[in-house]
């Protein structure tokens, strides 16, 4: 098991497999590197290092709760590269990783050799964050992992057209099985510190600064297209201020996309074409 620790005296767990140009995969808010499982085979060629975010799946629990923050994931993800040898690496953010990403092309933009943000983009819809604010940090209040795959698949907002085994799976990834149910497998603290900065009449900070400091470099959005957090507006927009985006819609998908499906797939392997020819 492959773990390394931070300028803060964190054990952080990662995963570190496969050869070729360096691919970090960055998971989303509440949830680890198995989130990407699913799209092993498509990143076949690149070396693919899946970290956990602190208080999350494996790595340890902050004492300090504020610290899980972008600015300070971010920093992890650099300490993890340095850690490695890594120079630079493309960057697949998923809805947090995609954030963590951004926030990586104004701290270290030469470290980064491309990015696909996986539905998320430089504009956060609020009523996504509302749904994620509703069952963050808290327990399911299913027993067993059989029991929350039964009805698991019907609570997820705009997905359709999923195999029961895919849910078994996701509860599996994501829930411990105890003697007193299913609990959440990351710190319950994460909760506190995203409230402590989540201000709903607050005037979003404007990321496409970020977004435009990634000129030069291969970008791809990848979005679900029943998604309540990354518009098809600002999908557009994306395209718009970079003619060469490589932008993928899935059907059938809410928040987020497995990156299995076909058209996932397909933007994957064109972003990690364009990547191996600017290397």
Known sequence: MARFTTSDGLSLHFTDEGDGPALL???????????????????????????????RGQSDWAEDFSTYNVLREAQDVLELMDHLGIESAGFLGTSRGGLISLTLAAMARTRILGVCFVDIGPVIETGGLEVILGFLGRNPVWKTHAEAAEVFGSRMIGFDNVPESRWRQEVEKHFVETGQGLTINYDPKLRDATLATFDPNAEAPDLWPLYEALAGVPVAAIRGANSDLFSAQTLAEMGARRPDLIAATVPDRGHVPFLDEVEAVDALQLWISKMDRTT
């Open 25 to 55: 995969c960055l998971a989303g808010l509440t949830r680890n590197g198995t989130d990407f499982d699913y799209a092993m085979p498509a990143l076949a060629g690149c070396r693919i290092i899946r970290p956990d975010y602190r208080g």
